[in-house]
């Protein structure tokens, strides 16, 4: 089976500073990989996803995420943080073998300080 | 185009009853899952339907089960309620075509409080 681990439940950066959440997963084969942000009493939104091709993904709001294969990695990173990144990020798998059953990390909290 | 819409958004429960939660998906998505998340295990896969068949199931008891109908709208029910079962209930939909990275679009959720 799958499993996600995302390094850090809770992040804390101040406004303007990067942002990097971090994730590995465990697969013997490639997964498809994404990253969701959770606002408070909301469900799951799209950031980015990786299925193949470029390593480098660059999502909304200016996020983006870069699958290292060697590493069995797919961290989250924006260069200058907004307070309205304020949320819970999720990242998450799946493959050819569980289809649109998908895996998720425990997610990480980010704080943005003023 | 309307999103993925998840009713009731909030019910309370007694220990022991059972619970219907529905789900319509994205029109023109033919998978629906459903998924649980709560503040210790986090988000847990329940299972997945496709064109009213159940395509995937996750490690969770009988009590839980679900069904699709043809329009592709979803419910998903917990029979004989316990505390545990307190959580936030997602139902994500997705185009379901083949398994090639499909992206899935979650609801806004059921919050379910078992007293």
């Known amino acids: 089976a799958q499993s996600v681990t995302q390094l850090g439940s809770h992040v804390s950066v101040s406004e303007g500073a990067l942002v990097l959440l971090r994730c590995n997963y465990s697969?013997?084969?490639?997964?498809?990989l994404f990253w969701y942000v959770q606002y408070p009493n909301q469900g799951l939104q799209l950031l980015l996803k990786?299925?193949?091709?470029?390593?480098l993904v660059k999502g909304i709001n200016g996020f983006e995420a870069e699958f290292k294969k060697s590493e069995t990695s797919f961290h989250l990173t924006k260069p200058s943080a907004h307070m309205s990144d304020a949320a819970e990020y999720f990242c998450?798998?799946?493959?050819?073998?569980?289809?649109?059953?998908?895996?998720f990390g425990t997610g990480t909290s980010l704080t943005v300080i003023p | 185009k309307a999103g993925v819409t998840q009713t009731p958004r909030y019910l309370i429960k007694t220990r022991g009853q059972q619970v219907t939660l529905s789900c319509s998906p994205i029109?023109?998505?033919?998978?629906v899952s459903w998924y649980q998340q709560t503040p210790g295990q986090g988000l847990q896969f329940l299972f997945e339907?496709?064109?009213?068949?159940?395509?995937n199931k996750g490690n969770f008891p009988g009590r839980f089960s679900g069904r699709q109908f043809s329009n592709s709208r979803s419910e998903m029910n917990v029979s004989t309620l316990e505390l545990g079962d307190s959580a936030l209930y997602l139902c994500?939909?997705?185009?379901?075509?083949?398994?090639?990275?499909?992206?899935?679009?979650f609801g806004e959720g059921s919050w379910l409080t078992v007293v």
């Open positions: 998450a798998v799946s493959d050819r073998s569980t289809g649109n059953q998908f895996y």
């Open positions: 339907y496709f064109s009213e068949t159940q395509r």
């Open positions: 697969s013997s084969v490639p997964p498809y």
């Open positions: 994500a939909s997705s185009p379901g075509t083949g398994y090639s990275g499909n992206t899935i679009y």
């Open positions: 029109s023109g998505h033919r998978s």
């Open positions: 990786y299925t193949t091709g470029a390593t």
